[in-house]
């Protein structure tokens, strides 16, 4: 009993990590958008490219006849590649890889999710630096097993479809760098169903 309660105390940790990395970033970029005088001659909504990088914790949501065999959560690394396309849409490629599902090295199982996203922003540019938007995205889902275990299901690597459904807000420190936060949902189908995850992403864009 003490060891779960410890496995979950520490699952919980990334989450409170992210949190705080949350509150920090929304400490700076408040403080920031209310002290801009430059801010009505600058639009932050503008048409143009962007590329990001993120650092992402992803919970596991596996269905339970494979979670049960001691898949946990992990961290994850996703760039993204994109033009908006006004002030209330974008649209971007992305690339995700996941870390070891097994750290117990009983076998490395990692997740590779590339694909394309379509970004809604419902209030345009009128917040300024501060931008929310919804997200829906299509891609390809590969699981990546390194080291077979033959007393599990998880015995092959698999290639099929992914959907990402999300929503998140970009915070502009200026003209071309804002922290983005995102949350999102991976349902995947086919060949590698039963392995959805929640990503929660912290990570940095830039403007050109």
Do not use: K
């Not at 705080?20 to 801010?39: K, M, N, R, T, W």
């Not at 209330?88 to 997740?111: C, H, I, K, M, Y």
């Not at 999102?184 to 590698?192: K, Q």
């Amino acid at each position: 009993m003490r060891a779960q309660r410890l496995r979950q105390f520490e699952s919980t940790r990334p989450f409170v990590s992210l949190a705080l990395g949350c509150l920090v970033s929304l400490c700076i970029a408040l403080p920031a958008a209310a002290q801009d005088e430059d801010d009505e001659e600058t639009d932050y909504a503008r048409e143009g490219w962007y590329l990001s990088a993120s650092g992402v914790f992803v919970y596991e949501q596996w269905d339970g006849s494979i979670s049960d065999i001691g898949a946990e959560d992990t961290w994850a690394l996703n760039f993204r590649a994109g033009t908006r396309i006004s002030p209330w849409a974008a649209a971007e490629v992305a690339l995700e890889v996941t870390g070891d599902f097994f750290p117990d090295e009983r076998q490395d199982f990692s997740v590779v999710h590339a694909g394309v996203n379509a970004r809604v922003y419902p209030l345009g540019g009128m917040l300024g630096r501060i931008q929310p938007f919804g997200l829906l995205g299509l891609g390809v889902v590969s699981t990546v097993v390194d080291h077979r275990d033959r007393s599990t299901d998880l015995r092959q690597s698999n290639v099929d479809w992914g959907f990402r459904p999300g929503a998140g807000i970009d915070f502009y420190y200026t003209e071309n760098v804002a922290v983005s936060l995102e949350g999102s949902y991976v349902w995947t189908v086919g060949d590698v169903r039963n392995i959805d995850h929640v990503s929660f992403g912290l990570g940095v864009l830039y403007r050109f």
